[in-house]
């Protein structure tokens, strides 16, 4: 009988784990929210930063211009629309947007 059941991962409840009733909830509409914006459609919103991460060596950067936002790899650019998030191209010392 062991045999015919599905294997299922058990994972602690949040409130097992010490969150708090409110922390539950605001996580479950934060959930609930993007699911609904992605479903419509809506473009997400990002910070500029710049991270070097020293395992690979490898520089990353994300600007946010008024008509693009540019998230650059080791100096290679790959542009998205900035309303749509659709992406236009790439390029390489291309400047800022």
């Given amino acids: 009988m062991e045999r015919d059941r599905k294997m299922v991962l058990e994972f602690p409840s949040p409130a097992s784990n010490g969150?708090?009733?409110?922390?539950?909830?605001?996580?479950?509409?934060?959930?609930?929210?993007?699911l609904i914006l992605n479903g419509l459609g809506c473009a997400g919103k990002v910070r500029p930063i710049s991270i070097d991460d020293?395992?690979?060596g490898t520089h990353?950067?994300?600007?946010?211009?008024?008509?693009?936002t540019v998230i650059?790899?080791?100096?290679?650019?790959?542009?998205?629309?900035?309303?749509?998030?659709v992406y236009?191209?790439?390029?390489?010392?291309?400047g800022r947007s």
């Fill in 54 to 56: 020293p395992l690979t």
């Fill in 60 to 68: 990353l950067e994300l600007r946010v211009g008024s008509t693009f």
């Fill in 19 to 34: 969150a708090t009733w409110w922390q539950i909830w605001r996580g479950r509409a934060a959930r609930c929210i993007g």
């Fill in 88 to 94: 236009d191209g790439a390029g390489m010392g291309c």
């Fill in 72 to 85: 650059a790899v080791n100096g290679r650019d790959y542009y998205f629309r900035r309303l749509d998030g």
